[in-house]
């Protein structure tokens, strides 16, 4: 039996702020789980992990309180049913534009009478044990993203649909689309205004909003505008920032060493 941490959360009115692997690698997942982040997502869209990477990326989940997700590399059934029966409690599934792809992202979601998942849990099944297909279908997370002028303008359509649990936004591709460079921080205001249209869209229907930030910094500017799930960074990024500030730091200490020298 199991119960969605973010559904748990959000019920309860509480932001989650999580973290994003994308290195294929399990230990590095495990650290970014025991961290204490309320989720992380498994990339499979553009990290580079595989699928044969994402079972022991989800085992590195277990047993900490980070609740597993994946970004599932295409809005399909096998691509959606895959990562669900391998135990993420939810998927993020890229690049859904109309009403139309997130009933589609829905169906995959969930066994019938409510969509057209598959039967066969397999790692999934470990957990599920007693529990009715609808208990199951209740607990998992279909959240679209909203990362296309095109999705912002049927944020509404999107959100009505049934199933729809919450929607994240992709703020990089979204400023692409809008002839916006893809990382800014601050945030360009063009993007802001869509990221507010889409807030409230959800907003008046009860659905949460995620968003990816690039730094600490900018995932506190995110919850302070009162986003309900912020993802702080990927572990990529972490490391290459941890790396580049060490590497600074022993350059800064070699450069006193080298004045006091004389």
Known sequence: MFANGLKVAWAGGRQVVGGWA????????EMLALTGFDYVCVDLQHGLAHAEAMVPMLI????????????????????IGKALDAGAHGVIVPMVNSAEQAAAAVAACRYAPEGVRSFGPVRAGLRTTGM???????QILCLPMV???????????I?????????????SDLAVTLGLPPYSDPVEQEVVSAIERTR???S???????????????????????????????DAAILRTAVAAQFAAAR?????????AY
């Open 22 to 29: 994308t290195l294929g690698s399990p230990f590095a997942t």
């Open 60 to 79: 590195a989940t277990a047993g900490t309180e980070a609740t597993p997700l994946v970004r599932v590399p295409a809005n399909t059934n096998d691509a």
């Open 132 to 138: 009715s297909l609808a208990e199951v279908n209740a």
């Open 200 to 202: 409230l869209a959800c």
């Open 252 to 260: 800064d200490i070699e450069a006193v060493a080298a004045r006091s």
């Open 147 to 157: 990362e296309t002028a095109e999705a912002v303008e049927a944020i509404d359509e």
């Open 159 to 171: 959100c009505a649909v049934p199933g729809v649990d919450g929607v994240y936004i992709g703020p």
């Open 204 to 234: 008046a229907v009860g659905l949460p909003v995620g968003i990816h930030a690039t730094s600490g910094q900018q995932a506190r500017w995110y919850m302070d505008a009162g986003l309900d799930m912020v993802t702080v960074s990927t």
